[in-house]
């Protein structure tokens, strides 16, 4: 499977990535919510690690908006897992109500990352079929 990281902080645009690789994952990095929009248009990927809080356009915002690229058909559809270093439920309620699949706490570990994955993955057929099929392409 390949995964969108959405990440502002430089240390885990490294991290997080080499987390997916060691799971047998590939990626690539997009810097904020905007750049994430814009990278889902250029290559779908099967799964997106989104941070919530960032410069440009934060995580939430730029959920909305590629839930509305997928609704009307621009793109195809696939998890959202929020990578958050806050915890509140007000918090993840505001996540799931924007549309994420998935929620993480940071500071990042890779075995709930891990979970995390199998989890959304495995509650959503529809989606790990899909990628799945993107895959053997």
């Known amino acids: 499977m390949h995964f969108l990281v959405v990440e ?13 690789h060691t799971l047998g994952y590939t990626s ?8 994430a929009i814009e990278a ?19 995580g939430l915002e730029a959920t909305r908006r590629l839930r509305d690229l997928q609704r009307c058909g621009e793109l ?3 998890p959202i897992i929020v990578l958050s270093a806050h915890h509140s439920p007000a918090e ?7 549309g994420v699949d998935g929620f993480v706490t940071k500071p990042l570990m890779i075995a709930k990352l891990a979970t995390e994955i ?16 993107r895959e053997s392409m």
Do not use: K, S, W, Y
Request: overall charge neutral.
């Open 76 to 78: 195809p559809t696939f």
């Open 118 to 133: 199998h989890r959304v993955m495995t509650r959503r057929p529809d989606v790990r079929n899909a990628a799945m099929g």
């Open 28 to 35: 690539r990095v997009a810097t904020n919510g905007a750049d």
């Open 40 to 58: 889902c248009r250029a290559q779908a990927p099967d799964v997106v690690l989104m941070d919530v809080q960032m410069p440009t356009m934060d």
């Open 92 to 98: 993840r309620t505001a996540c799931f109500e924007a």
């Open 8 to 20: 502002d902080d430089p240390v885990l645009q490294i991290l997080t990535p080499r987390m997916l």
